[in-house]
Nanobody
């Protein structure tokens, strides 16, 4: 069992920045691909970004490309989502997730066996 805890959400003005963190309670953290998903009010959960076991491969939702950066520090069992130039459309609860088996199909929530409880991001105009 892998436990994930997100942090770093908050309220920010449009154009501002936030960095989300997700800490995993697992000493074999480097064996997991990691992803970020988000769910806005009245909408379904959507893929935001993912990163491979070693961090060499990354994947992004088109809407956040050039603004968001996913990274990981395996020595700290932590994955990050740096969010710049935030827009009101980015307002959502952001969830961290872990996938043990491979680096393909990471845009699908079905690839992830473990999920955090989420951290709220609110962007005002």
């Amino acid at each position: 069992q892998v436990q994930l805890v997100e942090s770093g959400g908050g309220l920010v003005q449009a154009g501002g920045s936030l960095t989300l963190s997700c800490v995993a309670s697992e000493r074999t953290f480097s064996n997991y691909a990691m992803g970020w998903f988000r769910q806005a009010p009245g909408k379904e959960r959507e893929f935001v970004a993912a990163i491979s076991w070693t961090g060499v491969r990354t994947y992004y939702l088109d809407f956040v490309k050039g603004r968001f950066t996913i990274s990981r520090d395996n020595a700290k069992n932590t994955v990050y989502l740096q969010m710049n130039s935030l827009k009101p459309e980015d307002t959502a609860i952001y969830y961290c997730a872990a996938s043990r088996y491979g680096n393909s199909g990471l845009e699908s929530s079905s690839k992830y066996a473990y999920w955090g409880q989420g951290t709220r991001v609110s962007v005002s105009s």
